[in-house]
């Protein structure tokens, strides 16, 4: 069954701190995988997206691995900002002849002051 | 310059009656989606339109129709809605279907919050 898991389910750090968060899918056949972020109440926005052959891709204090052996992503984010505050989605889109979207459940991210 | 945008942002509507949501994009994509979330803040995929063509209906009740006038446009109506139907519906483009090895990012529009009372 495709399924994309992550972990942790919420998170709580301070402000300023670094966090890693984890991806692990068993969707097949494997085109790329993304990380969005979705602050409350709005779509969600892509981070980073990497193909089978990228295996780290950054934007900002956002940096991303993916290691397609293993079939294991993590997002890291380094001195985090109260606007970090959000959901993570970890996405990988299989390759059907046309891209479809495989969600996790997401990371819930506080970053408290 | 809202690159895709939805209308209404929150609907709330009794059980059994018909309603519509807008997408718009303005980004000359080719394709469209339509994704519902769940209370568990579980994305799951609707529909897709290319070019105003239908390629994904992952087993959606025929309450839900969708309709493509032009490819800057799909809209969701839904019939005799339920209380199931309680959810974020998130409209989102992308350049193309895509293809093995590319990006082909999509884009979220705001979502529209349904409750069915």
């Known amino acids: 069954k495709n399924q994309v898991e992550q972990s942790p389910q919420s998170l709580i750090i301070l402000e300023g701190k670094n966090c890693t968060l984890q991806?692990?899918?068993?969707?097949?056949?494997?085109?790329?995988l993304r990380w969005y972020k979705q602050d409350t109440g709005r779509g969600p926005v892509s981070l980073t997206i990497?193909?089978?052959?990228?295996n780290t891709k950054s934007n900002g204090r956002y940096t991303a691995t993916l290691d397609a052996d293993t079939k294991q992503s993590s997002l890291h984010i380094t001195a985090s900002q109260l606007s970090d505050s959000a959901s993570y989605i970890c996405v990988v889109s299989m390759n059907t002849g046309f891209q479809k979207l495989v969600f996790g459940t997401g990371t819930r991210l506080l970053v408290s002051p | 310059d809202t690159a895709v945008s939805q209308t209404p942002k929150y609907l709330v509507t009794q059980m059994g009656n018909d309603k519509s949501i807008k997408c718009e994009q303005n980004?000359?994509?080719?394709?469209m989606y339509w994704y519902k979330q769940d209370s568990k803040k579980f994305l799951k995929i609707m529909f897709s339109y290319n070019n105003k063509e239908l390629i994904i209906n992952e087993t959606v009740p025929n309450r839900f129709s969708p309709k493509s006038p032009d490819k800057a446009h799909l809209n969701l109506h839904i019939n005799s809605l339920e209380l199931g139907d309680s959810a974020v519906y998130f409209c989102?483009?992308?350049?193309?279907?895509?293809?093995?090895?590319?990006?082909?990012?999509?884009?979220f529009g705001p979502g529209t919050r349904l409750t069915v009372l």
């Open positions: 989102a483009s992308s350049q193309n279907l895509g293809t093995s090895g590319t990006h082909n990012e999509q884009f």
């Open positions: 980004l000359g994509h080719d394709t």
């Open positions: 991806c692990n899918y068993t969707v097949s056949p494997f085109s790329n």
């Open positions: 990497m193909t089978f052959s990228e």
